[in-house]
T-cell receptor
Framework: RKEVEQDPGPFNVPEGATVAFNCTYS??????FFWYRQDCRKEPKLLMS???SGNEDGRFTAQLNRASQYISLLIRDSKLSDSATYLC??????????????FGKGTKLSVIP | GAGVSQTPSNKVTEKGKYVELRCDPI?????LYWYRQSLGQGPEFLIY????????DSGLPNDRFFAVRPEGSVSTLKIQRTERGDSAVYLC?????????????FGPGTRLTVL
């Protein structure tokens, strides 16, 4: 079982739609959680951190359920510019002051005009 | 300010050759990470430096892979006797410190192709 699993995608949605991505992680000792965005042939960039209380940044809402080891990302009012691959990322302490990022495979989103 | 830079952007080599990939982190960032991303996969952790020392090299796949950061800034990932399976994008990231919620900033990557 992979440490971080995401919806397989791809997701093809019309502009203005609401889309939700789900992610589960296997390491119950995981400490921090993120969504990264990666455009085609570009590097990953942090979209938002995910906190236990849930957090929102404009059209983006992230939720974390530690008991179920589940993370979600909701995008409202999708824009063409939201088209990208969304990577679920979990951090675990690996000793010697190191926090390893473990990435899911990513879910590709295409927003269609 | 300048972000993380990596050189070369593309590297094509032949099976069995030696390659070096360079990473220049954001100035002042003490933590530096190397990742490998294969097609259709998320980045996979290779090694972490805090300052000059490799604090965690548990992700290096085998002893053909080695990385250094002699002055605590620029890092070089070295791959000996390259194999076709080494073909991937090699990403470098840096962060101000190594805390669990510290954002890692990624470079554009080096696309390595082993023929």
């Amino acid at each position: 079982r992979k440490e971080v699993e995401q919806d397989p995608g791809p997701f093809n949605v019309p502009e203005g739609a609401t889309v939700a991505f789900n992610c589960t992680y296997s390491n119950s000792a995981s400490q921090s959680f993120f969504w990264y965005r990666q455009d085609c042939r570009k590097e990953p960039k942090l979209l938002m951190s995910v906190y236990s209380s849930g957090n929102e940044d404009g059209r983006f809402t992230a939720q974390l359920n530690r008991a179920s080891q589940y993370i979600s990302l909701l995008i409202r009012d999708s824009k063409l510019s939201d088209s990208a691959t969304y990577l679920c990322v979990v951090t675990s302490y690996s000793g010697a002051g190191s926090y390893q990022l473990t990435f899911g495979k990513g879910t590709k989103l295409s927003v269609i005009p | 300010g300048a972000g993380v830079s990596q050189t070369p952007s593309n590297k094509v080599t032949e099976k069995g050759k030696y390659v070096e990939l360079r990473c220049d982190p954001i100035s002042g960032h003490t933590a530096l990470y190397w990742y490998r991303q294969s097609l259709g996969q998320g980045p996979e952790f290779l090694i972490y430096f805090q300052g000059t020392g490799a604090a965690d090299d548990s992700g290096l796949p085998n002893d053909r892979f080695f990385a250094v950061r002699p002055e605590g800034s620029v890092s070089t990932l070295k791959i000996q006797r390259t194999e076709r399976g080494d073909s991937a994008v090699y990403l470098c990231a840096s962060s101000h410190t190594s805390g669990s919620y510290n954002e890692q900033f990624f470079g554009p990557g080096t696309r390595l192709t082993v023929l």
